[in-house]
């Protein structure tokens, strides 16, 4: 008995519903998979199914050996397509998960010249903001933004995660431009809620930090919602450039605090893209990061009008 083939038939009858209708899937006669599982049942000592005239089910062990069959098939799928990526063009399915905004700003406008370069390659894209566990949703690589990931994956740097404080011009007309962190305290600041309990900004130049109390009439949890009330004349918001950088060089919003570096934990961070152990090696996914890394880099085009006033040549 073919080990593999027996497994792949009996999950094939199970996912199928029945003999017939995996055979005519898999263009096989019913007799050949009833062979493959009853040999499969017998090398166990034990029955997987349960079969009558209207229907088939698991037995309580053959729902145990389903499941850890399958995540057994998909292994050595996985491992014969990284196999087969070092012989060949890089090919397959990628699953991504990515942040909402960020995915289509700066990702989905890339899509088209990533796919015409490796035509062998299929994505299949997530948009979330949620950090989402890579292994038990069976994905392939994570846009992550902010704070290094832990060192239970693998994680490579795209670009700097740059933030900054602005507001409209019709905001800081009406209610003044803070030239100093503590100022921050008595202006209408728009919040992330996931600021939970007291928000705070925190500024630093140099040796210098502060932790800067806030509030403010708007709480929210997207970023563009924000952006938007922001441009609206609402208040102050903290951002990240790879979100406002276009409204900043039309001036559409203006930059407060130019020379203090504002973050909410304390650092700039970046921009990842983090992938599971067991993906090391996949060139499918070692070209896609490459591609995103020469289009981002450490000096993003989202960033060259922040970086120019930093400058003082904007």
């Not at 038990?136 to 490579?156: C, F, H, S, V, Y």
């Not at 276009?246 to 559409?252: F, N, Y």
């Amino acid at each position: 008995m073919d080990r593999f083939a027996a497994l792949a038939a009996f999950i094939a009858v199970v996912e199928n519903g029945g003999f017939s209708p995996a055979a005519r899937r898999l263009g096989v006669a019913p007799s050949s998979l009833t062979r493959q599982v009853n040999a499969l049942g017998r090398s166990l000592g034990t029955q997987l199914l349960n079969r009558s005239t209207r229907a088939l089910t698991l037995t309580e062990v053959g729902e145990q050996y389903f499941d850890d069959g399958r995540r057994v098939l998909g292994d050595l799928e996985r491992a014969d397509q990284s196999a087969g990526e070092l012989t060949g063009p890089p090919k397959g399915v990628l699953r991504l998960s990515v942040p909402v905004a960020f995915g289509r700003l700066h990702v989905a406008p890339f899509l088209p010249a990533f796919l015409a370069a490796y035509p062998g390659v299929r994505l299949d894209i997530q948009l979330t903001d949620a950090v989402v566990n890579l292994a038990e949703q069976r994905m392939d690589m994570a846009i992550r933004l902010g704070a290094q990931p832990p060192d239970t994956t693998i994680a490579k740097r795209l670009a700097p995660h740059r933030r900054v404080i602005c507001a409209s011009p019709a905001y800081l007309e009406a209610h003044g431009t803070p030239a100093e962190p503590h100022e921050l305290s008595d202006h209408n600041c728009l919040l992330f809620d996931y600021l939970a309990g007291r928000a705070a900004w925190t500024l630093s130049k140099g040796d210098a930090s502060h932790e800067i109390p806030v509030t403010g009439n708007l709480r929210a949890n997207g970023s563009e919602l924000l952006r938007v009330a922001a441009l609206g004349g609402a208040g102050l918001v903290l951002m990240p450039t790879w979100l406002v950088g276009e409204d900043l060089r039309t001036g559409r919003l203006r930059c407060v605090l130019s020379d203090w570096t504002p973050s909410i934990s304390g650092g700039e961070g970046a921009i990842w893209a983090v992938y599971p152990r067991s993906r090391r090696g996949s060139r499918k996914l070692t070209v896609l990061i490459e591609f995103l890394a020469e289009r981002f880099g450490p000096s993003p085009y989202w960033d060259d009008f922040v970086i120019a006033q930093r400058d003082g040549s904007a």
